[in-house]
Structure formats: structure tokens, C-alpha cells
């Protein structure tokens, strides 16, 4: 099994040393997001065969790395930098800081333990086409040499989204706007031709309609893992959507936990909800948070959160 940790929330960067004392005691607990049902799941090493770690803030969780990595777990990060202004992500460290912490990873590690992800991507009166191609190329020039992949993809409409977004251009003044599909594809590649030149590889997540020279991404990559642990890992892909290649895992994180404030987010409905809810966080239970009702909410606009990263 591949634990993931966690596309619903930021582990690293808010919920680390939980995450630790749920690997010396071998298990955690997490609820079925669809009819909140207790589901334990193991997290000894003869059952979890490797990790991705998803965030936007690594640099709280290189204090605990030691504690994966004594546990002899492979590991990769899916390390998301936007570079976004604060309109579109209320509460997230600055991208420079996060540069720091891939070095920090790429130094215990080389380039194949960091997945750099760039999304989603999110058009705005403060981030129109041409601030995509400047803000990329800035970051792809910061992380050459460090990783040697870029995800990306494009804003996807629900409803919650949608209503995150509207509330989020009548608070700051930033309307945003969804372009047509083939101006999504020439930034693509655009984006493609960037990263090749700084030999970094470019994938899309889930948006095969957008593939013309681009790969599909793995997001969870039994590969990486396997090159990183140094052995084969007999898992299966199991893609979640149309257009996915990832192999199968298990999901330990809860929505509305994550502080983060990113409008765009399919995972957080409720700021004020997420912030009091790592606030009301506790370390030592079994679940990230236990809420059995697993109510949504609405999303309440720029609560800000002071973090101390």
C-alpha cells in the first residue's frame, strides 16, 4: 500500500507531528468522506511500501523527516509553488521559502524526491496569460537542477469552487475568468518547451483534452517510489478520474482542514471552518480530526490565519 499525505489536506505543513505520532504508533484512523465510517489504516512498515507527501509548506516538516526516514520509508513530495498574490491564496509561505525547502529535500535526496506542481491554474485580473509565462519561468529558472518534473492543470469548475471564486473577486477585486480550451493548450506548451530548456519534464493531472507533446502525470508514481526505495513495488494503477495514471493508494487526510485560504480549492468549502479546525486540532488522536457528521458549510471569504513558518 502507498500511503498519500494527503491531497485533502497539508500534512506537512500543519499537521506533522500528528502525522509522526501516528507512524510510531502504527496506525491511524481517517472516516469514508462519503458516509463517515471509522476506517483504520496500518502504517507499519511491512504494510506501507512508500509515501507522497502533498503541501505548500514543507519547511515545518523537515524536523520530522528523521522520523520517516528511520522508519526506512520511502518517500517523494508533490511540492506545490504558485507564486499566487495573496487574493488567491490567503495563507500560503512565500514561493522563495518553499524553493528552500526543495533544496533542503534535493540535498538529502537528489532531484527524484520532489515533484514540483504548478496549479491549478487559475486566471484572474491579477494573473492573466502573461503572468502564468513570467511566474513560471521565474520559478522553473529557481528549482533547475533540483527536480526533474512539473505537474500542472487547469482550473476545474464545481460548484464550490466557483462560489469560493465569485466571493473571492467581490473581496479583492480580482474577477477571474475561465479562458478557452485552446489558449489552455498553447500555455501548455509553452510551459512544455520552459521546463524541457531547464531539463525539467512536464505533465498534465487529469485534463487529457489538453495533452498535445505533454506526458500524463502519475501523481502517485509507484516508478519514483521504486527508484527512490531501491526495490520494486507490486501495487497497481488505479486511476481516480478520466485522464489519471496514478497507482492506487490510500488517502489519509479530512476535507476542511487545510488553513491554506487557496479560493480554488475543491477540498476546502469553508475557511473560517478549516482555520478553526487546526486550531481545535489534536496531535495525539488517532484521527486528523474526527468529525462524524462531516458537515460543509459555505465558504466565509479571507479569514487569515498568522502562521509562524
Known amino acids: 500500500m502507498i500511503v498519500s499525505a494527503s491531497y485533502k489536506t497539508d500534512i506537512p505543513a500543519f499537521y506533522g507531528e500528528w502525522f509522526c505520532n501516528r507512524l510510531k504508533a502504527g496506525f491511524c484512523m481517517m472516516r ?19 509515501i507522497v507527501f502533498w503541501t505548500k509548506n514543507f519547511r515545518p516538516f523537515l524536523r520530522h523527516l ?16 504558485n507564486g499566487y498574490p495573496r487574493s488567491l491564496e490567503h495563507n500560503v ?4 521559502k518553499s524553493v528552500e525547502a526543495v533544496r533542503e529535500i534535493f540535498t538529502r535526496h537528489g532531484k527524484r524526491a520532489v515533484v514540483w506542481r504548478y496549479d491549478t491554474i487559475v486566471f484572474s485580473e491579477e494573473t492573466p496569460l502573461e503572468f502564468h509565462k513570467a511566474n513560471f519561468a521565474r520559478i522553473a529558472d529557481a528549482l533547475t537542477g533540483l527536480v526533474d518534473e512539473c505537474v500542472i492543470s487547469f482550473m476545474q469548475l464545481y460548484r464550490k ?24 493548450r498553447e500555455l501548455a506548451e509553452e510551459f512544455y518547451c520552459m521546463a524541457l530548456d531547464r531539463g525539467i519534464s512536464l505533465t498534465i493531472c487529469t485534463q487529457p483534452e489538453l495533452i498535445t507533446v505533454q506526458s500524463p502525470a502519475r501523481c502517485i508514481d509507484s516508478r519514483r517510489l521504486a527508484d527512490l526505495g531501491g526495490r520494486t513495488l507490486g501495487v497497481k494503477m488505479l486511476g481516480n478520474r478520466p485522464g489519471c495514471e496514478c497507482t492506487a493508494s490510500r488517502d489519509i487526510g479530512d476535507y476542511d482542514t487545510c488553513p491554506h485560504g487557496c479560493v480554488y480549492c475543491y477540498a476546502v468549502q469553508s475557511n473560517t471552518r478549516a482555520i478553526e479546525r487546526y486550531k481545535n486540532h489534536n496531535p495525539l488522536s488517532p484521527f486528523l480530526f474526527d468529525d462524524p457528521n462531516g458537515d460543509e458549510g459555505t465558504f466565509e471569504g479571507a479569514t487569515q490565519l498568522t502562521l509562524d513558518f
Open 32 to 50: 469514508n468522506p462519503m458516509n463517515r465510517r471509522p476506517i483504520r489504516v496500518s502504517l507499519v512498515p511491512e504494510d506501507v511500501q512508500g
Open 161 to 184: 469552487t466557483e462560489r469560493n471564486l465569485n466571493e473571492m473577486s467581490r473581496v479583492f477585486g480580482n474577477p477571474w475568468f475561465d479562458p478557452e480550451l485552446n489558449l489552455k
Open 66 to 81: 528523521s522520523v520517516v526516514e528511520g522508519a526506512g520509508f520511502p518517500y517523494y513530495v508533490s511540492y506545490t509553488i
Open 93 to 96: 509561505v512565500d514561493w522563495e
